[in-house]
């Protein structure tokens, strides 16, 4: 990671939005020998109102201070929304390099005892998307979320997690988006670096999601997800800072049949050695999922 983003991260950025905006998106006619998927260079400088010549140079990393008023225009023409306006407006040289983190990643005392206490699934999660907690009943609903996992890793190296999730196509991109984010200017953190070679070197699918340079925040929202005990589960997702870590809760509406089947999931952790219900084989069908191992 570190050779593929130090060198010329404002040109791999722009290159890779470039090729995901459609001519009929930008207004221009698709024509037909079109070389280049998305845009050409020429194209999109004269969308921004700037020379092809220079366009190029940001492309290939010989001018990588461009003037605010050039970001914007380029962030237009690449239809970006705002968090992605950020990060390209944070790419260009010169900008202050975020603080880096000097002490291992730590869950305070009174966050333990706040998982003790909630009555829904609940776990702590570091930069990198390491399970640094979690309390019996988010257990109860992914043995992938015990201390020690790492959620990128078993999204997409792990079929059972792939299973779990209704749509993992939206999950995957979405936290390979939120990974890029987070990121940011500590490309050289070893714990990044490792974790993105191991996940380009074992999936295809995450090697094309990171060639892609989506860049999203990753916080609340609903998602549906597949318990093999269970069944089919609708819950809410919020993500909460708490000093260098995040505490991430699910929670159903109430009253709801997802609500039903998390207090049976409850009961039954407790009365399962370990706290986690026995998902066996009989626990329910797989679902389609990404074979990276046929990938390579």
């Known amino acids: 990671m570190k050779d593929e983003e130090s060198g010329n991260r404002l040109g791999r950025y722009l290159r890779a939005r470039r090729e995901l905006i459609t001519p009929e998106q930008a207004g221009i006619p698709p024509g037909g020998n079109r070389r280049v998927p998305g845009l050409r260079r020429e194209e999109v400088a004269l969308l921004a109102g700037i020379s092809p010549d220079y366009y190029l140079r940001l492309e290939r990393g010989r001018d990588t201070n461009p003037s605010p008023q050039v970001l914007e ?28 983190r000097k002490r291992p990643e730590h869950v305070p005392a009174r966050v333990h005892q706040l998982l003790a206490h909630l009555h829904i699934p609940a776990f702590v999660e570091g930069r990198a998307f390491d399970v640094l907690a979690s309390n019996p009943l988010a257990v109860a609903l992914s043995p992938r979320l015990r201390p020690g996992q790492n959620r990128l890793r078993s999204l997409f190296l792990d079929p059972e997690e792939q299973a779990f999730h209704q749509d993992w196509a939206q999950a995957a ?21 490792e974790l993105v070679g191991e996940l380009a070197l074992s999936s295809q699918r995450f090697r094309t999601l990171w060639a892609r340079h989506d860049v999203r925040n990753l916080d609340g929202g609903t998602t549906t997800v597949h318990h093999p005990v269970v069944g089919e589960l609708r819950l809410h997702r919020d993500k909460l800072p708490i000093d260098d870590v995040i505490l991430v809760v699910y929670y159903p509406d109430k009253h709801s049949d997802s609500d039903e089947k998390l207090r049976l999931l409850a009961a039954l952790a407790q009365t399962e050695p370990g706290g986690t219900p026995h998902s066996g084989p009989a626990g329910g069908a797989a679902l389609p999922v990404d074979d990276d191992r046929s990938a390579g």
């Open 73 to 100: 225009a380029l962030a237009r023409v690449l239809r970006l929304d705002e968090v992605e306006r950020t990060y390209l407006l944070g790419l260009a040289a010169g900008r202050p390099r975020a603080p880096r």
């Open 173 to 193: 991109a979405g936290i390979v988006a939120a990974l890029r984010t987070t990121i940011g200017d500590d490309i050289d953190n070893p714990r990044f670096v």
